[in-house]
């Protein structure tokens, strides 16, 4: 299983700046486990996690499912939130697919998409 970020510009959540450039790859055998941080926070905006949260931005995960994207809701079990990454305990053929990462201020938003391939 390959993770990859990748540019998909057609994508875009409640018009938010789209900052979608991650060419970060990750490898991961089904079953293993895989962290996925956020670009926003190590590429393209000088702050972190807390810094962003204690300015009242909010961080929220999407996965793109066909033309539509919805919002991740995490269970805790095999797939977790932390701070600015997603966490696959155990990855699994289902999680193939595009994963974008939105900083959100009430009306403003900015996002990059990153791409889990198996």
Request: charged content about 25%; hydrophobic content about 40%; proline content about 2%.
């Amino acid at each position: 299983m390959t993770f990859e970020s990748s540019v998909h510009s057609t994508w875009k959540v409640d018009g938010c700046i789209d900052w979608s450039v991650d060419l970060k790859q990750y490898h991961v055998l089904a079953g293993e486990p895989l962290r996925l941080k956020c670009a926003l926070f190590y590429s393209y905006i000088r702050t972190n996690y807390t810094m962003a949260t204690n300015a009242k931005l909010r961080l929220i995960w999407y996965k793109n499912k066909g033309d539509a994207e919805e919002p991740i809701i995490f269970s805790g079990h095999r797939l977790s939130k932390e701070d600015d990454s997603i966490w696959f305990r155990s990855a699994e053929m289902e999680d193939n697919g595009f994963y974008t990462c939105v900083l959100r201020l009430v009306v403003v938003g900015y996002q990059v998409v990153h791409r889990l391939a198996l």
